[in-house]
């Protein structure tokens, strides 16, 4: 199996995320303990409240001296200007180049990190044109996890050159995409352990979140027999996938809405395979969602792969055969590369 | 009388040089207003075909032409990326300011370039689109302005310098 040596993770958030920052709040995060740094997996920004890290161990506050607290005095106050700053940094100065993103509500940075806006909407006919008077940022960190799928690979291979169609079900922060991102390399580059040729895989990125391309190319290692639609629509990019790059499985994140589950039958039906991620605390949350349930009925999915976050992010729960309903794998196990 | 000969060819030569100078430098400001012009269809094309975020439109632009009005996007670019305190209207407002006086441009041409910065980068595409085709027109009208007074004064300047140089020859004879 081929590993990568994972990026330096401070320099990394220093790189991609803090840079983004207007200068004085990228002083106070920058005099944190590098450890703690390294460890975050969200940054708050609220106007007029307290600059807010969460790691897993819940949230906190940053104080004047870079120092994690849970009291709300001394904190760092993020000013309203600070926050609409950050945004225009984020978008690059060119607000034009991420409009539509912004009007789903959040906007993807280059190394696949997520910042959901709050703000004030503007409208045109029922739909959101824009969102002005930013009130909060939620930047969400992506983290690579090379080898994170290491021990659940053999559930999803089925020989030596074919796999079962996988449904990954987790709540948020429970590493969905990050598992995903590894199943694709893994399946693209093939391993050894399991005697497994590496196939052709198509990426479908609705949200550049999977490879984070930057400039068309990926950022992330999502193997090397893999190509990426980037920022496309599930749904057309899945069909785009199946009529010009011939993949043997297409790989996508978060289905749910309406109109995947036609999209994913197509895919089916044309003998290609599908891997995907779903919202969800278990099997049978997922039942009370109609797309997802068509497809559990229609028994699309031949493997369920079921997180949490019990013992951290990346906590496996069980892993079920989509047929038989029977587990294949019960008990937490921590993933970890 | 060789000396004087030769004197008073060089001031001829001299101020007819500098009349020379001057009606070029008539022709380079219409010239110049239809190169920003041309620039601003590339950033045009850049914004509403590819959303290419400015920092890499002006990259590219001024990658792509070499003239005096490219230093202009050059600049721009650079204080986009160096920078990050600096937004857009204010990177390219500092840019057309560091660079004008390089040009032939006139101030009333500096004008329409500052305020073309003004919602540069801050709206959607229509936005954007919007500001450059006004910039464009205005530029346009500049042009023809600046190509009305080229012909006039281009001649003038050319006589004027020879017709200086053999006046002071003559006063100086």
């Known amino acids: ?337 | 009388m060789l000396l004087k000969i030769i004197g008073s060819i060089l001031i001829i030569s001299a101020s007819g040089f500098i009349g020379f100078l001057y009606s070029k430098d008539c022709s380079a400001r219409p010239q110049q207003l239809r190169e920003i012009q041309s620039m601003l269809q590339m950033l045009e094309n850049e914004i509403s075909f590819l959303s290419t975020p400015l920092s890499e439109a002006f990259e590219r632009i001024y990658k792509s032409s070499n003239n005096s009005i490219s230093a202009i996007f050059k600049s721009a670019h650079e204080y986009l990326i160096d920078n990050l305190n600096y937004n857009a209207s204010e990177a390219w407002a500092l840019a057309v300011r560091d660079n004008i006086k390089k040009t032939s441009l006139k101030e009333e041409d500096e004008e329409i370039l500052v305020s073309f910065g003004k919602i540069l980068g801050s709206s959607d595409v229509e936005g954007q689109i919007g500001n450059i085709r006004l910039t464009v027109n205005q530029l346009k009208m500049q042009e023809h302005k600046a190509e009305e007074i080229r012909k006039k004064n281009e001649n003038m300047y050319r006589t004027l310098g020879v017709l200086g140089g053999i006046a002071i020859v003559i006063l100086l004879l």
């Open chain 1, 1 to 337: 199996m081929t590993e990568d040596k994972p990026r330096d993770k401070k320099s990394t958030l220093e790189k991609e995320i803090l840079r983004y920052f207007p200068q004085t709040i990228r002083d106070v995060l920058l005099k944190a303990d590098p450890a703690v740094l390294s460890d975050i997996e969200e940054i708050r920004l609220r106007a007029g409240k307290p600059v807010t890290l969460l790691n897993s161990d819940g949230d906190w506050f940053v104080n004047k001296e870079g120092k994690l607290t849970c009291r709300k005095e001394n904190a760092y106050i993020a000013d309203p200007m600070e926050i609409t700053r950050t945004l225009e940094l984020m978008s690059e100065k060119s607000v034009y180049a991420y409009q539509d993103e912004v009007r789903n509500g959040f906007i993807t940075l280059r190394g696949g990190h997520r910042v959901g806006i709050a703000g004030r909407v503007v409208l045109e006919n029922g739909m959101v044109k824009n969102i002005k008077d930013i009130s909060g940022l939620n930047i969400r960190i992506s983290r690579e996890v090379p080898g994170c799928s290491g021990d659940i690979i053999r559930y999803i291979i089925r020989n030596s050159s074919d796999i079962y169609n996988t449904l990954i079900i987790s709540p948020p922060q429970c590493g969905k995409t990050t598992l995903l991102r590894d199943i694709a390399r893994i399946i693209s580059d093939g391993t050894d352990r399991y005697n497994f040729k590496g196939v052709k895989v198509g990426v479908v990125d609705e949200r550049s979140e999977i490879a984070a391309c930057f400039k068309g190319v990926p950022q992330n290692n999502v193997g090397i027999r893999t190509d990426v639609l980037d920022g496309c629509p599930k749904t057309v990019g899945m069909d785009m996938m199946l009529r010009s790059m011939s993949p043997r499985v297409i790989i996508t994140d978060e289905i749910g809405n309406q109109g995947d589950r036609d999209a994913i039958l197509r895919v089916v039906n044309a003998g290609v395979k599908i891997i995907a991620t779903a919202h969800g605390y278990g099997i049978s949350d997922l039942k009370t969602r109609r797309e997802v349930l068509n497809l559990m009925e229609d028994k699309i999915f031949e493997r369920y792969i079921v997180l949490s976050n019990a013992k951290g992010p990346g906590t496996l729960e069980e892993v079920v055969d989509g047929l038989t309903m029977r587990q294949l794998v019960a008990g937490r196990q921590r993933l970890t590369g």
